[in-house]
């Protein structure tokens, strides 16, 4: 019972993302072209909607349901890691068409060979945590 | 019910999204699609060797059931949600992805010549979605966040990284689809 509100979320987001067609391949390649306002009308009407919500949290003094203030894990200062990073991310993005959200979705609706995108995106991060100690951050 | 089974607008999506962070963070958690990917090292044993997934894996068992929601939400929204539709794309995206090779552009969720089992099962086809995934699954964490971590809840919250590592998507994105698609289709 735990576990259900976090089923239904995951739920929610599924439909949300297939339904705004953001888990398209052609939507993210259009974006990147600049041919569409569609998927900027997306990402920045959830980044304003998100904005407003964290800033009234803020004011009202709202707490979570553990009792404590509304907090958002901070990331650490740097550049090129999120610079360097950032574009490795960015070119995985493009031509496999999913991010990390989208590619379990789309197994959802029945790409089921959407699942080596998913192991290789798996042995990515593992690959990551080997040599973290050795990449610039 | 026929304005739900159409796609749906950009201005109810995005605030939809945005809702599912908050409602993640009301919850005490945080709107992390990429954690999941370290935790699945993690499960597997990926901590007995290697520090960085060196944790308890079952701390993330909330993030994993929203996993397993979305795999069932895309069910959902795909099977019973939607009429067939195309997407509608611009007509020179269209064109261009024509010119690389890519026809019914926008008829089907992804195109069928990277995600059929015909271009699975070719060379080319399955180093193209192996090297995507790695690059997601190494950048994302490598950058500390993917498109949910960084540009919605990161941003949301007015965080320089995020911004510099949403620069970064871009860059990436731009130099794959601009300089590379036309070498690699």
Same mark, same amino acid.
């Given at each position: 019972? !735990?576990?259900?509100?976090? @089923?239904?979320?995951?739920?929610?987001?599924?439909?949300?993302?297939?339904? $705004?067609?953001?888990?398209?391949?052609?939507?993210?390649?259009?974006?990147?072209?600049?041919?569409?306002?569609?998927?900027?009308?997306?990402?920045?009407?959830?980044?304003?909607?998100?904005?407003?919500?964290?800033?009234? $949290?803020?004011?009202?003094?709202?707490?979570?349901?553990?009792? $404590?203030?509304?907090?958002?894990?901070? !990331?650490?200062?740097? =550049?090129?890691?999120? @610079?360097?990073?950032?574009? =490795?991310?960015?070119?995985?993005?493009?031509?496999?068409?999913?991010?990390?959200?989208?590619?379990?979705?789309?197994?959802?609706?029945?790409?089921?060979?959407?699942?080596?995108?998913?192991?290789?995106?798996?042995?990515?991060?593992?690959?990551?945590?080997?040599?973290?100690?050795?990449?610039?951050? | 019910? +026929?304005?739900?089974?159409?796609? %749906?607008?950009?201005?109810?999506?995005?605030?939809?999204?945005?809702?599912?962070? *908050?409602?993640?963070?009301?919850?005490?958690?945080? *709107?992390?699609?990429?954690?999941?990917?370290?935790?699945?090292?993690?499960?597997?044993?990926?901590?007995?060797?290697? +520090?960085?997934? &060196? #944790? &308890?894996?079952?701390?993330?068992?909330?993030?994993?059931?929203?996993?397993?929601?979305?795999?069932?939400?895309? *069910?959902?929204?795909?099977? %019973?949600?939607?009429?067939?539709?195309?997407?509608?794309?611009?007509?020179?995206?269209?064109? /261009?992805?024509?010119?690389?090779? #890519? &026809?019914?552009?926008?008829?089907?969720?992804?195109?069928? +010549?990277?995600?059929? %089992? &015909?271009?699975? #099962?070719?060379?080319?086809?399955?180093?193209?979605?192996?090297?995507?995934?790695?690059?997601?699954?190494?950048?994302?964490?490598?950058?500390?966040?993917?498109?949910?971590? /960084?540009?919605?809840?990161?941003?949301?919250?007015?965080?320089?990284?995020?911004?510099?590592?949403?620069?970064?998507?871009?860059?990436?994105?731009?130099?794959?689809? /601009?300089?590379?698609?036309?070498?690699? *289709?």
């Amino acid at each position: 019972m !735990k576990y259900l509100k976090f @089923l239904v979320i995951g739920i929610f987001f599924g439909i949300v993302l297939v339904k $705004s067609e953001a888990v398209s391949w052609y939507r993210i390649y259009e974006m990147f072209r600049f041919e569409s306002f569609h998927m900027y009308g997306i990402i920045g009407t959830a980044v304003g909607t998100g904005i407003i919500l964290m800033l009234l $949290s803020k004011q009202f003094k709202i707490k979570n349901t553990e009792g $404590s203030l509304m907090h958002v894990p901070t !990331k650490e200062r740097g =550049l090129i890691r999120y @610079l360097l990073g950032g574009s =490795l991310f960015g070119l995985g993005w493009a031509l496999s068409g999913a991010c990390p959200g989208p590619m379990y979705i789309l197994v959802g609706t029945g790409v089921f060979s959407m699942l080596i995108v998913i192991l290789a995106a798996i042995f990515g991060t593992y690959f990551y945590g080997v040599i973290k100690d050795k990449l610039p951050h | 019910m +026929e304005s739900i089974l159409q796609p %749906w607008p950009w201005y109810i999506s995005g605030p939809l999204i945005a809702l599912t962070m *908050f409602i993640l963070i009301y919850l005490g958690k945080t *709107f992390g699609m990429s954690s999941n990917l370290r935790t699945f090292c993690a499960i597997i044993g990926a901590g007995k060797k290697t +520090e960085f997934f &060196d #944790f &308890d894996w079952k701390s993330q068992k909330w993030n994993l059931t929203v996993v397993l929601g979305a795999v069932i939400g895309g *069910f959902i929204a795909h099977f %019973w949600l939607s009429n067939p539709v195309d997407i509608a794309l611009n007509p020179d995206t269209v064109e /261009h992805l024509s010119q690389l090779g #890519f &026809d019914n552009a926008g008829k089907s969720l992804l195109p069928s +010549e990277l995600y059929s %089992w &015909d271009a699975v #099962f070719s060379i080319k086809g399955l180093s193209i979605l192996i090297i995507g995934g790695f690059l997601v699954g190494f950048g994302t964490r490598y950058a500390g966040g993917c498109t949910s971590g /960084h540009a919605i809840t990161g941003l949301s919250s007015l965080q320089r990284p995020s911004l510099i590592a949403v620069i970064g998507f871009f860059i990436g994105g731009l130099i794959m689809v /601009h300089l590379l698609f036309p070498l690699i *289709f």
